[in-house]
């Protein structure tokens, strides 16, 4: 049974798959279902996991579930890059939308509900420009959230580098 687009998420109603699923981390039970986020969702289909079906029960490939996600989180490929990179690390990732960031990370082997957010990710390309009154305002958040920030910063080959950003008072 395929999973199914439904606005900025994807809906896995089978009741086993959803339960391997939800295990290893993924997803938010509501009800019967399992709600996947957009990149849970891309990095389980290329991972062949599951398969994604559209509204109208039409399958989407991988490169027409990119487009539908592109066309509804701003730079998604570039912030899909580092969902996948700290999942192969081995990490706990959920989206950070309503926080102000783009991710929250879990320290390894935890889920939510079990430990605090380990960090709020930040995601930018290596051209992308921020003032210090952005960047003060991202790191009070993070601090508010009692978490650190990382900012992780994708370049032209798609190599990654994570920066921990911080506020230090004298």
């Avoid at 399992?34 to 991972?47: N, R, S, T, W």
């Avoid at 989180?73 to 899909?80: D, N, P, S, T, V």
């Amino acid at each position: 049974m395929a999973a199914i687009t439904l606005g900025d998420k994807v809906i896995l109603r089978e009741k086993k798959l959803s339960d391997q699923i939800r295990e290893r981390g993924f997803g938010e039970q509501k009800g019967r279902e399992l709600i996947l986020d957009l990149f849970e969702a891309a990095y389980l289909q290329e991972k062949e996991k599951i398969s994604i079906q559209d509204e109208k029960s039409n399958p989407m490939s991988e490169e027409d579930f990119l487009k539908y996600s592109a066309k509804k989180i701003k730079e998604f490929y570039l912030k899909l890059q580092v969902y996948k990179d700290l999942k192969e690390r081995g990490f706990v990732v959920k989206t950070g939308f309503k926080f102000g960031f783009d991710f929250r990370v879990y320290p390894r082997g935890k889920k939510p509900g079990q430990a605090h957010t380990q960090w709020c990710i930040n995601v930018t390309s290596q051209n992308d420009k921020y003032n210090f009154i952005e960047l003060s305002r991202m790191i009070r958040l993070a601090g508010n959230l009692k978490t650190k920030l990382l900012n992780a910063v994708v370049d032209g080959e798609n190599e990654i580098n994570y920066y921990q950003l911080e506020r230090i008072t004298p």
